[in-house]
């Protein structure tokens, strides 16, 4: 079975700095993919960003960016410049590419809470 | 905003008593989702649907069932409500694309005292 890791159950940062959340996942897969959700106070889950295991460049929206790691199984998401805005509970995903009755079941892991000081 | 509904928002009540969540789009997707959320698990799979009358079990299905009778609308169903059950449940669509991204509502928070 896939499992997902996030071993940072909190983490904090400056405004306008640079924070990484860390994300680790096992599987015996080679097609899948893997995502970063935010969730604010509001409690809606927002995709922050997707990488496929095939492509290795490292996906990029903006100011969040990811290093893709697959061999060692590692899926870090970087915020540059941070915000307050981006102040939420941030998850870390895995899908494995199956298609027909399997298609899309998300593995979650823990989540990371991050906070943003003024 | 992809169009999901959930209802109730919230809803508090007793342990023994059946509970019904509905969860409602209107994008047509063919796959839909049940997630709980509980701290420090993230969010789990309780059962999904790939498409009308067709579901299957997720990761923690014991003590729900779920119904689909038409495309639009998705229903978890806790027959018996147990304390442990108390939690944020989320619904998702998808289109089923490669890269298709999962859609979530905005949540239940579901209170069984």
């Known amino acids: 079975a896939q499992t997902v890791t996030q071993s940072q159950p909190e983490m904090s940062v400056q405004e306008a700095e640079t924070v990484t959340l860390s994300c680790t996942y096992d599987?015996?897969?080679?097609?899948?993919?893997l995502f970063w959700y935010k969730q604010p106070p509001s409690r809606q889950m927002i995709l922050v960003i997707r990488q496929e295991a095939y492509k290795q460049q490292n996906a990029t929206e903006n100011r969040f960016s990811v290093n893709f790691q697959k061999a060692a199984k590692s899926f870090s998401l970087k915020i540059s410049d941070s915000q307050l805005g981006d102040a939420a509970m941030y998850f870390c995903?895995?899908?494995?590419?199956?298609?027909?009755?399997?298609?899309?079941?998300?593995?979650f892991g823990q989540g990371t809470i991050l906070t943003v000081h003024p | 905003d992809a169009g999901i509904t959930q209802s109730p928002r919230h809803k508090v009540t007793e342990t023994g008593t059946p509970v019904t969540l509905r969860c409602h789009q209107t994008e047509n997707h063919r796959y839909m989702y049940w997630y709980r959320q509980d701290p420090g698990h993230g969010l789990r799979l309780i059962h999904y649907s790939y498409g009308v009358k067709d579901t299957d079990k997720g990761e923690v299905s014991d003590g729900y069932s779920v119904s689909r009778s038409k495309t639009e609308d998705f229903l978890l169903t806790l027959e018996s409500a147990t304390s442990s059950q108390t939690s944020v449940y989320f619904c998702?669509?998808?289109?089923?694309?490669?890269?298709?991204?999962?859609?979530f509502g905005p949540g239940t928070r579901l209170t069984v005292l």
């Open positions: 995903a895995y899908r494995v590419n199956a298609g027909g009755t399997s298609y899309g079941k998300l593995t």
């Open positions: 998702a669509i998808s289109d089923g694309g490669r890269a298709g991204e999962q859609f």
């Open positions: 599987t015996s897969e080679s097609d899948y993919y």
